[in-house]
């Protein structure tokens, strides 16, 4: 099964969308690592939906319960089992889509490759609500890198084309942050919030939806962390974040504009900072060479589709009949999901890199350096 993630930490995601609950275990964080719980409640707060207008009007506590792993508010070195009760189900709104498919949602492929089994109902194990056991374990990863002052932060970089302004990482402050994080969308730039919510409520008065993209920065994580081939910063990052639905593409530092620039404008010079570290002038590289961190912010981008359930009507197919349908999809979806992504998107990046951070802790040990 696919619903497991990670070596030093390991994650395993299980639910569905309409089952009773939704859970995640996490194995393997370190005895002794204490959890904030309302800086948790807090983080899982930014995904829950309902909290604005561009959000379903589903709306469900998401309210961890953590039921092992943890005494009074300290890991025991047990695993962690967490999770979230579903209160708020309405599978009557999801019952055509076993036979009628939702185009770009997941209800064709689940039927086939579970033989009909699959419960499609609300998108089953492949809901983004899944997102939400997901950022438990990401709160928590995020949590321990914060104790070993590695900061992360994702914000919305474009909504259906409007570009946001990127923050400058060597001088973001606290109350940057959480400037960003109080506004409608949690983007850097004001003047582009405005644009997109225009640009999300144009699409739900179509009956439609958009997509965009996220940023996400990781600051203060030192040299050395990641493996080349298999273990890259890029292929744990990928992997976890292609965990989230609706992720479409991923690029790291300067990404696909790499491949238009000249050697001497893509490399990052490198030279000594007042710190006497070694530091790069640029960092075209998001953070990374080799695999391997640099040291400077680590940095890279999400294109996340337009929600695939639309309210206006769409063409598909019934599997029954093997007839071309109709379809009209009732029910509560976002018109863009990409502001609640945003938390979602850290958590994936603290869950791989948090994993990445321990194996360069044990070499640091082996060294005598820790
Ligand atoms: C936070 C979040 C919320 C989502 N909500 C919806 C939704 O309300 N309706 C919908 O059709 N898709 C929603 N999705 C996207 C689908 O879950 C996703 O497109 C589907 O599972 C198919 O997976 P794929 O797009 O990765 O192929 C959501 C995704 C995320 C990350």
């Known amino acids: 099964m696919g619903s497991t993630f990670g070596k030093n930490i390991k994650i395993s995601v299980a639910g569905q969308s309409h089952s009773s609950a939704m859970g995640v275990i996490i194995d393997g964080i370190p005895a002794g690592t204490k959890i904030d719980?309302?800086?948790?409640?807090?983080?899982?707060?930014?995904?829950?939906?309902?909290?604005?207008?561009?959000s379903t009007q589903r709306k469900e506590s998401d309210i961890p319960k953590i039921l092992s792993g943890v005494v009074d508010g300290v890991c025991c070195g047990a695993p962690l089992l967490a999770i979230i009760e579903n209160t708020n189900q309405r599978p009557s709104d999801y019952s055509q889509f076993a036979d009628i498919?939702?185009?770009?949602?997941?209800?064709?492929?689940?039927?086939?490759?579970?033989?009909?089994?699959?419960?499609?109902?609300?998108?089953?194990?492949?809901?983004g609500r899944l997102t939400a056991p997901l950022c438990i374990a990401?709160?928590?990863?995020?949590?321990?890198?914060?104790?070993?002052?590695?900061?992360i932060f994702a914000h919305v970089s474009e909504i259906h084309g409007v570009k946001a302004v990127s923050p400058d990482y060597g001088k973001i402050t606290a109350q940057d942050l959480s400037r960003i994080l109080n506004r409608e969308i949690p983007t850097a730039d004001e003047e582009a919030c405005k644009k997109m919510a225009d640009e999300i409520d144009k699409a739900r008065l179509?009956?439609?939806?958009?997509?965009?993209?996220?940023?996400?920065?990781?600051?203060?994580?030192?040299?050395?962390?990641?493996?080349?081939?298999?273990?890259?910063i890029e292929c744990a990052v990928s992997s976890a974040v292609f965990a989230i639905p609706a992720v479409r593409g991923i690029e790291f530092g300067n990404g696909f504009g790499s491949a238009a620039l000249y050697g001497s404008e893509n490399n990052d010079p490198f030279?000594?900072?007042?710190?006497?570290?070694?530091?790069?002038?640029?960092?075209?590289?998001?953070?990374?060479?080799?695999?391997?961190?640099?040291?400077?912010p680590i940095v890279f981008r999400v294109a996340v589709k337009p929600t695939p359930s639309i309210a206006k009507q769409q063409k598909s197919v019934s599997l029954s009949e093997n007839e071309n349908k109709v379809l009209k999809i009732e029910?509560?979806?976002?018109p863009c999901i990409v502001p609640r992504a945003v938390p979602v998107v850290e958590a994936a990046a603290a869950i791989a890199l948090l994993d990445l951070y321990l194996d360069r802790t044990k070499e640091l040990y082996m060294k005598?350096?820790?």
């Open 37 to 54: 719980l309302d800086a948790l409640y807090g983080f899982l707060e930014r995904r829950a939906p309902g909290k604005n207008r561009f």
């Open 101 to 127: 498919p939702r185009p770009s949602h997941a209800d064709y492929c689940a039927t086939k490759k579970y033989f009909g089994n699959a419960d499609i109902s609300g998108g089953g194990h492949f809901s």
């Open 138 to 151: 990401g709160g928590i990863c995020k949590q321990i890198l914060a104790a070993y002052g590695i900061e």
């Open 206 to 232: 179509e009956g439609d939806s958009v997509g965009g993209i996220i940023e996400c920065a990781v600051l203060g994580m030192p040299v050395g962390v990641g493996d080349p081939i298999f273990e890259r």
């Open 271 to 296: 030279y000594i900072g007042e710190d006497g570290r070694v530091h790069t002038e640029t960092n075209n590289q998001g953070g990374m060479l080799g695999g391997i961190s640099t040291g400077e």
């Open 331 to 334: 029910g509560r979806h976002d």
């Open 368 to 370: 005598g350096e820790n």
